[in-house]
């Protein structure tokens, strides 16, 4: 792997503002970031995407990745984030950029802040080839549940975030959080190109919606595993179950409803 030139680039995660309660008081509060982000990849405009800014190279690396819009990291030669014009500049080895059919077909998903999804990655599914060895216990469940509940996070401080988090074994190896699920997810899924790790011994956590977008990404990344706190869409469901996905959803303490994938696991 040709690991490439990146900024570090990190926004404050959360500001102070003043709020007056029921009482008419003013209380010192946290709320948590907002920033645009507009990617170009070799000069050329690709979109603009609203963050956090907690991890802008990884999410810009995760989105390219997700969106299927380079095929590898070794494409990617350097991201450079510069928030004084909230733009990040993609430098791929070709200098060719994205092939214009690669995003001439553009679908708005369910996904808070409005996620896209380029071209037809429904139909690349077929292609997706996930492991069929992995298993999942319900100790393992419980503990990951655990971990996430006890991690640090922004929607502690202030709300109005979603957080994703990428598990082994009941261990938290990432948790990312975001204005929005989808950019959670692909900060996740650059940083594990970045650190060259495959998914098919992983779990994913997040606190959203199980969408045909989470799918869709989570299989990408070859995670066998997919948790919520929440619910499901049926379009979701229904790609869980074409790709052979474990998709839990309404998971808290120790509740949970098993909606897919129950081949993979052991109560």
Not at 119 to 142: N, P, S
Not at 240 to 259: D, N, P, S, W
Request: negative net charge; hydrophobic residues 40%; proline residues 3%.
């Amino acid at each position: 792997m040709t690991r490439p030139l990146l900024t570090d680039a990190r926004r404050p995660l959360t500001f102070s503002i003043d709020a007056m309660n029921e009482l008419g008081e003013l209380v010192p509060t946290r709320i948590a970031g907002e920033h645009p982000l507009t990617i170009y990849v070799d000069n050329r405009e690709l979109v603009t995407l609203m963050t956090l800014g907690g991890a802008p190279e990884a999410l810009t690396i995760g989105y390219l990745r997700n969106q299927r819009l380079v095929g590898s990291i070794d494409e990617i030669a350097a991201v450079q984030v510069d928030w004084e014009v909230n733009a990040v500049a993609v430098r791929t080895r070709s200098g060719q950029g994205i092939a214009p059919e690669r995003v001439e077909k553009r679908t708005v998903t369910t996904g808070c802040g409005q996620g896209t999804v380029f071209g037809d990655l429904m139909d690349e599914l077929d292609r997706v080839r996930l492991t069929t060895d992995r298993r999942l216990d319900q100790a393992t469940l419980y503990a990951t549940l655990d971990s996430v509940r006890l991690h640090e996070s922004i929607y502690k401080q202030a709300g109005a975030v979603h957080g994703c988090a990428l598990a082994r074994a009941g261990e938290i190896l990432m948790f990312v959080e975001d204005v929005g699920r989808h950019n959670a997810v692909d900060a996740i899924a650059g940083q594990m190109w970045l650190d060259d790790l495959d998914g098919d011994d992983k779990l994913f956590y997040t606190t959203g919606r199980l969408t045909s977008e989470m799918v869709i990404k989570a299989a990408q990344m070859g995670i066998p595993f997919l948790v919520s706190r929440s619910g499901l869409t049926q379009m979701g469901f229904e790609l869980a179950c074409q790709v052979g996905i474990t998709m839990i959803g309404r998971a808290q303490g120790k509740h949970y409803l098993l909606f897919t994938g129950e081949e993979r696991f052991d109560r």
